[in-house]
């Protein structure tokens, strides 16, 4: 599927992307080619595969939580620009 280049710069002004020409005609070809192979994709015949979130079984391999000690929240609250209540003090951000 061709993608014109005014079709390009349509979208990198909803990205808010600025192109230089030449980019924008390498962004072109580059869509194009994209678009080319998800119809080669959509040709195919899916109705006997699984849905799946990942092409691969995943298994988590992150580590067990593990009790440490850590500095005293004091020494922590020394270090702060601001602090109160045992607590940082930060700006306020919402009304």
Known sequence: ?????????HIA???RLELEPAELD?????LGSIL???EQLQALDTRDIEPTAHVLDLVMVSRPDQVRPSLPAEQVLEAAPESGE??????RILG
Do not use: D, K, N, S
Request: no cysteine; net charge positive; proline share 4%.
């Open 1 to 9: 599927m061709a993608i014109t280049r005014e079709q390009v710069e």
């Open 13 to 15: 002004r909803l990205a």
């Open 26 to 30: 390498r962004a072109a070809r580059e």
């Open 36 to 38: 080319e192979y998800i």
């Open 86 to 91: 045992g607590h940082f003090r930060v700006p």
